[in-house]
C-alpha cells in the first residue's frame, strides 16, 4: 500500500511538471507564430512600397522622361557605334546647329561613343534635324533605334 501511495504521489508531481512545461511550451509556439506574423506583415509592406516606387517611376516616366526639370527641355542620348574622334566632333558642331539644341555633352570611346542633347521637341525630330544638317557624316543607313529619350546610331 505504501507503494501505491508513494506511485500516486510521484504520478502526481510529474503530472503537473508536464501541464507547466506544456503551458510553457505553448507561450513559445504563440511567440513564435507573432514572430511570423510580424515578418509577414513587414514582407507586405515591403512590397507594396517597392510596387508603389515602380508605378511611381512609370507615372513619372510619361509626365517627366527625359525632361530638364530646370529650363523644360528635353534631353536625349545619341548613342553611336563605329565613329572616329573627329566624325564625333562634326557630328557635334551639326548637332549644336540644329534648331532648338541648346547644350551638348560628349563622351568618345573607341568602340562605342555618345553625344547627350538638350533640346526643344522629340527625339525623332531632333533624328530629322541631324540627318539634314550632317549628310556628309550620316546617313537613312545608320540608324539603328530611335525612342523617346535616345537614338541609336552605327557608323560602318
Known amino acids: 500500500m505504501k507503494a501505491i501511495c508513494i506511485s500516486l504521489l510521484m504520478l502526481f508531481c510529474l503530472t503537473a511538471t508536464q501541464v507547466k512545461a506544456q503551458g510553457f511550451l505553448d507561450k513559445i509556439d504563440r511567440a513564435t507564430d ?3 506574423r510580424a515578418t509577414n506583415t513587414a514582407d507586405r509592406a515591403a512590397n507594396k ?5 515602380k508605378v511611381g517611376k512609370k507615372i513619372t516616366g510619361f509626365f517627366g522622361k527625359g ?10 542620348v545619341v548613342k553611336i557605334e563605329g565613329i572616329s ?14 534648331q532648338g539644341v541648346s547644350a551638348t555633352t560628349v563622351a568618345y570611346n573607341k568602340n562605342s561613343s555618345k553625344i547627350t ?25 545608320a540608324v ?10 552605327s557608323i560602318k
Do not use: F, P
Request: charged share 35%.
Open 85 to 98: 574622334y573627329d566624325q564625333l566632333n562634326q557630328l557635334n558642331k551639326s548637332l549644336k546647329s540644329c
Open 117 to 141: 542633347v538638350s533640346h526643344a521637341g522629340g527625339s525623332s525630330e531632333l533624328l530629322d534635324e541631324m540627318m539634314k544638317r550632317s549628310q556628309g557624316i550620316l546617313s537613312k543607313d
Open 49 to 53: 512600397a517597392d510596387k508603389a516606387g
Open 34 to 36: 507573432k514572430l511570423d
Open 67 to 76: 525632361k530638364d526639370a530646370e529650363d523644360g527641355l528635353n534631353k536625349t
Open 144 to 153: 539603328e533605334g530611335v525612342e523617346e529619350g535616345q537614338i541609336e546610331l
